[in-house]
């Protein structure tokens, strides 16, 4: 007997190596943890497409993008194939809105915490000591809410274009942490 279409792409999914939702609902975006991330990281994603046959998913932190066609008992039309690829085009396009708005949101973030960072307070900061490491003047020192640090070092990651994009906190321990949600997350 074979498998339900959304069985089909789950399955599918768990085979490019991503752990997808027990429950993936047609024409949703879902987001899930990337390849090898942990709970609470949203690099993979997929959307199975209205009519349940079609989807595409992928992981944004590995640049993973697959199309998936649910097996059929005869060839699409013309029209079908045309139709299959504007619902995998806008299937990318809403994928690509949503980590955009998810890196706006984490460089904001960033700009906030970063902000309320002290300036020439990290020398003394006891990761700094520990490592006899002399830190550059960009990095401040300051609580970081996500994990309720109240004492980490925080380190600015800029984009391409010289802006800040999100931040690297490190506690006393050592322990690092970067913003939730930004794609270059290696802590997730």
């Known amino acids: 007997m074979t498998a339900h279409p959304i069985e089909q792409f789950r399955d599918t999914i768990i085979a490019a190596g991503l752990t997808p939702p ?30 349940g046959m079609g989807g595409s998913f992928g992981d944004w932190s590995t640049g993973l993008h697959e199309n998936w066609q649910a097996k059929r008992d005869k060839p699409m039309s013309d029209n079908e194939r045309r139709a299959w690829r504007r619902q995998i085009e806008e299937a990318r396009k809403q994928a690509e809105v949503e980590r955009d708005a998810q890196h706006a949101e984490a ?43 109240t004492d980490a070092l925080l380190v600015p990651l800029f984009d391409a274009a010289g802006k800040l994009a999100t931040l690297e906190a490190i506690n006393a321990d050592g322990e690092k942490d970067y913003l939730k949600d930004h794609l270059n997350n290696p802590a997730q």
């Open 22 to 51: 027990d429950v993936i609902e047609p024409d949703k975006l879902h987001r899930f943890p990337g390849i090898g991330k942990r709970n609470g990281n949203t690099a993979g994603w997929c959307k199975l497409f209205a009519d």
């Open 107 to 149: 460089a904001q973030q960033a700009k906030l915490i970063y902000g309320d960072g002290k300036r020439d307070e990290s020398a003394d900061h006891p990761y700094a000591m520990k490592k006899r490491v002399n830190l550059f003047s960009l990095v401040r020192r300051g609580a970081w809410p996500q994990r309720g640090w």
